[in-house]
């Protein structure tokens, strides 16, 4: 199991952030199967496509800026840059934005790398969390004061519930 597999790494990511490794493996697991389907979406065709839809335009124009500051940056190549249908890309899907501000490694360094290394991906995701008010040793679950923080990582809440759940049962809470 992951958890086992990725220990150490979940443990350093824990002592930095407080983001216990159950939570970080649910949102693994649910976005990208632990790794294993990051997508084949063209990011920027997809951001691109919903840069020019009327709802949302300008916040997917954004986002097509930063994934092209990724590229400038030198952190990835166009032709890495695939994932989901809105642009997200990593192992644990990231927007290009969010890319850009939290990647980082399980030491804390700058610019990890999301899409092949899995310990960078867990890092940057417990890192986003941290920096959206993970509160160290809290609860995740719907009414505790973690489950804000699940909500800014998706602000669907039937996607927060079901990250908490599994982190849940992966933490040996019935």
């Not at 940056?73 to 990593?90: F, V, Y």
């Not at 920096?131 to 040793?137: D, E, I, K, M, P």
Request: charged fraction near 20%; hydrophobic fraction near 45%.
């Amino acid at each position: 199991m992951m958890l086992l597999a990725y220990a150490e790494p979940f443990e350093k990511i824990e002592r930095r952030y407080g983001v216990p490794a159950p939570v970080l493996a649910a949102i693994w697991g649910l976005e990208t199967d632990f790794g294993a389907d990051l997508g084949q979406y063209p990011t920027f065709s997809a951001l691109a496509t919903l840069a020019y839809d009327c709802r949302r335009a300008q916040i997917y124009r954004a986002e097509l800026i930063d994934a092209l500051m990724i590229v400038q940056r030198g952190l990835l190549r166009p032709e890495q840059m695939r994932g989901a249908w809105a642009g997200e890309i990593g192992q644990t899907q990231f927007m290009p934005s969010a890319y850009l501000k939290f990647a980082t490694t399980p030491d804390g360094g700058s610019g990890g790398d999301l899409i092949h290394n899995s310990a960078d991906a867990l890092a940057s995701t417990a890192n986003f969390l941290h920096a959206h008010g993970w509160v160290r040793g809290a609860g995740w679950d719907e009414g505790q004061p973690n489950f804000a923080a699940l909500l800014e990582w998706n602000s669907a809440p039937i996607y927060a519930r079901t990250v908490a759940l599994f982190a849940d049962r992966l933490a040996g809470k019935d």
